[in-house]
Structures are given as C-alpha cells and as structure tokens.
C-alpha cells in the first residue's frame, strides 16, 4: 500500500476513535447533568413542601381539613426526600473525595431541617424559623451539588472511572486507603503515559518518513 494513502488511513481511523470517544463523553456528561437539574428540582420543591408545612402549627382546635392536609404533607415530603436519597446514589459517583463527605453532610442537614423537631407530632406550633432554615440549607445543597458535578464530570475523570471498574481488586473505603490507591495508580498512569507518549512519537517519525 501508498505509504501516503497509510498515513491517510491512520489519520482518518484516529480521527474517528477521537470523534466517537468525544460523543460518548457528551452523551454521559449531558445524561449526569440531567440528572443532577432533577435532583436541584427535587430538593427545591422539597424546601417549599416544607417551608409551608411548618409554617402550619398543628393545634387542638384545627380543624379536620387542615389536619388531613397536614398529614398529606408529611407523606410527600418523607416520599421525595426518599426519592432524592435515590438520586445521591447517582450523583455522588462522580464527585470526588471531599466532595463527597461534603454532599452527604449537608444533604443530611436539609433533611433534619426538613422533618426534624417536631414533625409529624400531634401537636405542634408554627415554626417560622425553622422553614426559613429549609430554604437555607437547600440553597447550600444545590450550590454544592452544582459544583460537585461540574468538577467532576470532566473527560479525563469519566475515562479514569471506566478504567477503575477493570480493576481486579476491591477498592479501599477509608480515605488512607483511598489516597494510597492513588498513588500506585499515579504511578502506574504515569509510565502508561510515557509509553503512550513513545508510540505516538514513534508513529509520528514514521508518518514524517513516509510523507
């Protein structure tokens, strides 16, 4: 064969790997972030169930109406932040380390806002500031999860997660063990780079010779 017309080939098939690993990478980055507008959605709502229900005191005299209200209130408020825990499991995948003892932290805050106290008691006063407090600490949480998944769904990190799930080992949970692995895996990425680096230069060479 042309040793123009391979270098032609070359260019066209790296070309494409290129193009098709880019689409991939936009298909999940757009997937995650649809999923993280539905969680900030979720926990918004959330915060506005909330803030309307302990702005209600539940007293002796109220009336069967509002009580039954009340009572609707609590179950949808319990039911979406069940949902949201589900929607954690999604999104902390791609967080990092501090982000993520971060994010359970503070999502663990929105919700002792939320139905901590006196919910669900059989008689309670308004608590004003306590629904003030729901809106607080939703701002924090969707600010987080915003930037959370911002710094974590670049390329390089998708690549690195989809290789970390090839590894013939079980990850380590502590944070010692975590930044250990790290190492080791520097380590190694590092002369997988340099290899990588050697090929490319060496086909480069050889591209230069057959042109």
């Known amino acids: 064969m042309n040793p123009a017309l391979q270098g032609i080939l070359l260019t066209a098939v790296l ?3 290129a193009a098709y690993l880019h689409q991939l990478w936009k298909y ?6 649809a999923r993280v507008d539905e969680a900030c959605e979720l926990i918004l709502e959330i915060a506005d169930r909330g803030a309307e229900y302990w702005s209600v005191g539940r007293l002796p005299d109220i009336s069967f109406t509002k009580r039954e209200r009340l009572k609707l209130a609590e179950v949808q408020i319990t039911g979406r932040i069940a949902q949201l825990q589900f929607l ?3 999104l902390q995948s791609r967080f990092s380390l501090f982000d993520r003892d971060r994010f359970n932290e503070l999502i663990a805050t929105f919700q002792d806002a939320s139905t901590g106290g006196d919910f669900a008691s059989n008689a309670r006063d308004a608590d004003l500031q306590r629904a003030n407090g729901i ?3 939703a701002a924090d949480l969707t600010a987080h999860v915003r930037d959370a998944a911002g710094r974590g769904n670049r390329l390089w990190l998708i690549i690195f997660r989809e290789v970390e799930r090839w590894l013939p080992y079980r990850r380590p949970v502590t944070r010692a063990g ?3 692995e790290l190492l080791w895996l520097s380590f190694f990425l590092g002369l997988f780079a340099t290899g990588s680096f050697l090929v490319i230069r060496a086909l480069s060479n050889w ?5």
């Open 178 to 180: 975590r930044i250990e």
């Open 207 to 211: 591209l230069e010779a057959a042109l």
């Open 28 to 33: 999940s980055k757009d997937a995650y972030h």
């Open 135 to 137: 809106y607080v600490a």
């Open 88 to 90: 954690r499991l999604m």
């Open 15 to 17: 070309g494409a790997a």
